[in-house]
């Protein structure tokens, strides 16, 4: 066999092997967190508006955050994770206004995740300031905030999820 073709061959071999893992990372992003959620059933592609977790490309998305996450040094991965809990908050009213309140729980739930990683680091960093530790505290307390004005759209059965949601985030914020 030529070289050419045995390059040829191995380089295709690498390619497949790479599109497997990136399949493999899509697929992995995707699933919750810790906990059972439910995932869009009926993704859709729309341009010109804000990326929600029924986006086709979400996956995509979610798989870039964990790389900005996984690349940021740990002195500033909270505050990242805190942008990713707001992000998420707001797309729990986007999908609000398009009908799809299981979604938004199950993300309304990866928000809260994010910030209480954040809170959960922030506690164990021995060397943040006041200054970030106030920060945090007001982010708890702005996401409860916003949580509970929320929490009057969701549809009826979703509405005790939200309040658990509501519980644990009071609960963090009370024994900061």
Do not use: W
Request: one cysteine or more; glycine letters at 2%; proline letters at 4%.
């Amino acid at each position: 066999m030529s070289s050419k073709k045995l390059r040829l061959i191995s380089c295709t071999g690498a390619l497949l092997f790479g599109l497997a893992i990136l399949v493999t990372s899509l697929v992995a992003a995707s699933q919750p967190f810790a906990y059972e959620a439910s995932t869009a059933e009926h993704t859709t592609l729309y341009i010109g508006s804000r990326m929600l977790p029924d986006h086709a490309l979400y996956p995509v998305a979610m798989v870039f955050d964990r790389v900005v996450l996984t690349t940021t040094g740990s002195k500033q991965k909270y505050l990242k994770q805190v942008s990713l809990a707001f992000e998420r908050l707001e797309s729990v009213a986007g999908l609000l206004q398009k009908d799809k309140p299981e979604l938004a729980v199950s993300t309304l739930k990866k928000s809260q995740h994010y910030l209480l990683l954040a809170l959960d680091a922030a506690q164990a960093d021995a060397e943040i300031s006041p200054d970030k530790q106030a920060y945090l505290h007001r982010a708890l307390r702005a996401h409860i905030k916003r949580t509970r004005q929320l929490h009057a759209v969701f549809p009826a059965p979703q509405q005790q999820a939200v309040s658990d949601i509501l519980v644990e985030s009071i609960s963090r914020y009370e024994n900061i």
